[in-house]
């Protein structure tokens, strides 16, 4: 009995380790990203690799997400005679709540992983220890760029989304199912208001940087990982991990965004 | 960090002094008091057997790892008690060559050995440019510049790590395992490397390595590490003679039992 109070105690200690760690982490990774020299080529570097590389995932799933939204919406609104509003609804869906959480799944999926993998690789093989030696700041020189290339990419991706998804949901509703394209247009300018648009520019904004922060961090404290974060495994094992646990987060801060700005 | 702030440093006679560092990770207790002076100008080997926790004291001297108990003095600085800012600017009199070079693997080989000039100093890429390609040509690297680690060998890579840990003119450098993993040849041009630059640069050198007896040959002070524990920091000769006796069994047991007397084993030398 006392084993099992030990071995839960063992494993809380080491969550809010971990939890204290990762949040020293950001603030360490802020005041870097805050504080001059801003190296700008590298930031585009990493814009192009967050940003730029998954503008095509973004497209396909921003498209398809807009043609299902039209072709469920439409069959949804026609029971009530309502087919004129489908405009409205696939727009006020994708900016407020689809655009920001699917496009910000996708960001993890692509550089999330990639930037955990590439993090906990340098840090397995020293290249982080190799930094600090030469007295450059790992969170300076590989994290700040990072975290400003997610937290400018993200929105801008997620602006692609909801354009790209707006423009699916017109293609299904108005050339497929026959609604009226000037009432689908007209629909969304009139239900679609700034607070809608600012509510999901925040949840981007806030998902750029959960994504970044779990993401590097994971990769960062590798070898800190209790099962052993050495080697191929746990490096991949670790990835996993932080792809999960940045998703997660990503749908937890949604409801909480929704909930304090509705 | 300017010049005039290295040479602010003053070099008391020991470099680097571990007084009492203890570490435990987990529920292991890997380093249980280590008391460890690298004296400055000379070359300090530490030996002890896989897992004794070599690496760890490295780590204690370079400030990547904080120890439990016990202090860690660089410079006659106590780590413990210094900032980061302070801690980098010690940081820049060090090198460091690791086991794997640690080299970025994104980089080419110049960039690897530019990069501690481009971002902790204010030269050109001109005055950068001949500092890498001399350091480079110290290392018979030359052609190499514009090739990336993986497209190198092993003792290439090593050669590289050399370069990088040299570039900035450091006044202690740190070897983790150097030879590891490399041929007799390969390992010989390494130790012949560090060998012409410490005399050209004057480092103080610390070497964490297996390579018994040969890396005898290169060093004043030969460390053992056993029971979590210095065991002695001693001359070469002092160390192959030594009556502590688990100094006697790891010279026994990596260079075999020459160095036992015909009358503690009687018979030996003719079998021999």
């Known amino acids: 009995m006392v084993k099992v109070f030990e071995k839960i105690g063992d494993h809380t200690l080491y969550r809010l380790e971990m939890a204290g760690r990762m949040g020293l982490f950001l603030l360490r990774c802020t005041r870097c990203v805050l504080l001059p020299p801003y190296k700008i080529p590298a930031v585009l570097q990493q814009m192009h690799f967050i940003g730029s ?68 690789i340098m840090r397995n093989s020293e290249q982080i220890d190799a930094l600090e030696c030469m007295a450059i700041d790992p969170c300076k020189y590989l994290m700040a760029p990072k975290f400003i290339a997610a937290i400018l990419s993200v929105p801008l991706l997620t602006f692609i989304f909801d354009v790209v998804g707006i423009w699916g949901g017109w293609l299904v509703g108005v050339k497929l199912l026959g609604v009226n394209s000037g009432a689908y247009f007209q629909g969304m300018y009139s239900s679609v208001v700034w607070q809608d648009v600012e509510m999901g520019v925040v949840k981007s904004l806030v998902f750029g940087l959960l994504i970044v922060w ?48 509705m | 960090m300017t010049n005039g702030e290295k040479q602010a440093v003053q070099e008391p006679e020991a470099a680097i002094e571990l007084e009492g560092v203890v570490k435990v990770f987990g529920r292991q207790e890997v380093l249980k008091g280590i008391d460890l002076k690298i004296m400055a100008g ?60 640690a080299l970025f693997d994104s980089m080419t080989v110049y960039d690897n050995v530019a990069l501690p000039l481009r971002e902790r100093t204010d030269k050109s890429e001109k005055e950068i440019a001949d500092i890498v390609e001399g350091r480079l040509g110290l290392m018979d690297l030359q052609g190499s510049e514009d090739k990336h680690p993986a497209q190198l060998s092993g003792g290439m890579r090593k050669r590289v790590g050399l370069a990088r840990a040299l570039v900035l003119d450091p006044k202690v450098v740190f070897f983790d395992e150097p030879t590891t993993g490399l041929d007799a040849h390969k390992s010989n041009e390494i130790y012949r490397l560090f060998f012409e630059t410490q005399k050209q640069l004057g480092y103080t050198a610390v070497i964490v390595s297996h390579d018994v007896p040969k890396i005898f040959k290169l060093s004043d002070y030969v460390a053992l590490i056993a029971d979590g524990k210095i065991q002695g920091c001693m001359s070469p000769e002092k160390f192959q003679l030594s009556d502590n006796p688990l100094i006697r069994e790891y010279v026994e047991t990596t260079m075999g039992p020459i160095y036992s007397s015909e009358k503690e084993e009687p018979g030996l030398y003719e079998t021999v």
């Open chain 1, 53 to 120: 590389r998954s503008i095509f995932v973004i497209f396909f799933t921003g498209a398809f997400t807009g043609m299902v939204l039209g072709l469920q919406g439409y069959y949804t609104l026609a029971k009530f005679g309502s087919e004129g509003l489908l405009g409205s609804a696939v727009a006020l869906s994708l900016i407020r709540e689809l655009g920001p959480v699917l496009a910000a799944l996708m960001v993890i999926g692509r550089a999330g992983s990639a930037i955990c993998a590439e993090i906990g």
């Open chain 2, 42 to 101: 000379k070359t300090t080997v530490i030996v002890g057997a896989s897992g004794q926790g070599k690496s760890v004291i490295l780590k204690h001297m370079l400030g990547l790892i904080r120890p439990d108990r016990g202090r860690v003095m660089v410079f006659g600085k106590d780590l413990a008690k210094i900032d980061k800012r302070e801690l980098n600017a010690l940081r820049m009199n060090f090198g460091v060559l690791f086991q794997n070079a």
């Open chain 1, 214 to 261: 779990i993401s590097s961090a994971r990769g960062f404290f590798l070898h800190l990982e209790r099962e052993g974060g050495f080697g191929a495994e746990g490096v991949s094992r670790t990835t996993t991990r932080a792809v999960v646990m940045a998703s997660v987060t990503v749908l937890i801060w949604d409801y909480l965004i929704s909930a304090i700005m």
